[in-house]
Nanobody, 125 residues
Framework: QVQLVESGGGLVQPGGSLRLSCATSGFTGDHYVIGWFRQAPGKEREGVSCISTRDDSIRYADSVKGRFTISRDKAKNTVYLQMGSLKPEDTAVYYC??????????????????WGQGTQVTVSS
């Protein structure tokens, strides 16, 4: 059974930083893409970043380039999202998800079939 568990969300002031973690287990595929998505109230789910286990290629949404960094610890089966220079518009529930195909690099949620429960990130003074 595939499981993804996010942690690290919370309340932070504008300009601050947070690091989200996504612990994965139970996935038996050789190569896959792990993505971070977010959804703010009243808005559609948005792809934030992803990393491929095949070649460690990375993609970021334009809205977070230069501020967020995705990385993974192979030994711990954990993917991290380091978020910096946070803005109020980054406020959302953040989800990690697994795509079993390279199409996950497109950062579209329909290519991902296993999702975590989400963690709330609130950026406010």
């Amino acid at each position: 059974q595939v499981q993804l568990v996010e942690s690290g969300g919370g309340l932070v002031q504008p300009g601050g930083s947070l690091r989200l973690s996504c612990a994965t287990s139970g996935f038996t595929g050789d190569h896959y893409v792990i993505g971070w998505f977010r959804q703010a109230p009243g808005k559609e789910r948005e792809g934030v970043s992803c990393i491929s286990t095949r070649d460690d290629s990375i993609r970021y949404a334009d809205s977070v380039k230069g501020r967020f960094t995705i990385s993974r610890d192979k030994a711990k089966n954990t993917v991290y999202l380091q978020m910096g220079s946070l803005k109020p518009e980054d406020t959302a529930v953040y989800y990690c998800a697994i795509s079993p195909t390279p199409l996950g690099k497109l950062l579209r949620s329909n290519f991902y079939n296993n999702w975590g429960q989400g963690t709330q990130v609130t950026v406010s003074s």
